[in-house]
């Protein structure tokens, strides 16, 4: 496995935990933001727009090589 192909491979399981994480995160957050003061859901609604922010733009960047590579008809992974 070649360096660029290791570091897909270690980006892709970073990405499969934060989305762990995230969900966990929305579970606990879903049922205990009634219960918070004031700043708990202000400071949590501000880092929940920098993380939108930032997938944003990692989809826009997501999207270069999937339209260049054509593959959203097919969902074809392997080039």
Excluded: K, W
């Amino acid at each position: 496995m070649d360096s660029v192909q290791r570091r897909s491979s270690e980006g892709a399981a970073v990405l499969a935990d934060a989305v762990a994480d995230l969900e966990a995160f929305n579970r606990e957050f879903t049922a205990s933001s009634s219960l918070m003061g004031r700043a708990g859901p202000l400071e949590r609604a501000d880092l929940l727009e920098r993380l939108s922010r930032l997938l944003q733009h990692s989809q826009i960047i997501a999207a270069h090589p999937i339209d260049g590579q054509n593959l959203a008809p097919t969902g074809d992974t392997d080039t």
